[in-house]
C-alpha cells in the first residue's frame, strides 16, 4: 500500500460524467472540456462581465515594478482618463434626462 497515489475523481456540473481531478481550479473534464470548480466557472463570468461593461476602454495600467515617479505620472494619466469618461457620462445622463 505504501508508495500508491490517491486519485480523485469530480462529476462534472455541465454533462454529468466523473472525470479525474487534482482540485485546482484550472481542472477541466475529460469528456466536455467544462470546469468542474463551479467556482472559478463563476470567477470567469464575473471577470467577462466586468470586461464587458468596461465597454472596451483601456486605463493606463501600473504596475508594480513601474519606478516612483513613472507611477506618478500614469496615476495622473489614469485620472485624467477617469475625469474624461465621468465627464462623458455625466453628457450622455443629461442628454438622456432632456430628452425624456
Do not use: Y
Not at 454533462?15 to 485546482?24: E, L
Not at 483601456?58 to 516612483?68: A, H, R, S
Not at 515617479?69 to 477617469?82: C, D, E, S, W
Amino acid at each position: 500500500m505504501a508508495g500508491e497515489k490517491l486519485v480523485s475523481t469530480k462529476k462534472c456540473p455541465s454533462c454529468q460524467q466523473w472525470s479525474n481531478w487534482q482540485q485546482q481550479a484550472a481542472d477541466r473534464c475529460e469528456h466536455c472540456g467544462e470546469l468542474l470548480d463551479a467556482r472559478a466557472q463563476t470567477e470567469a463570468q464575473q471577470q467577462a462581465a466586468t470586461e464587458h461593461l468596461r465597454g472596451g476602454i483601456q486605463l493606463m495600467e501600473i504596475n508594480p515594478e513601474d519606478g516612483g515617479v513613472l507611477r506618478f505620472f500614469k496615476t495622473i494619466v489614469r485620472g485624467g482618463q477617469l475625469l474624461f469618461i465621468a465627464i462623458i457620462g455625466f453628457i450622455v445622463w443629461l442628454v438622456t434626462v432632456m430628452a425624456a
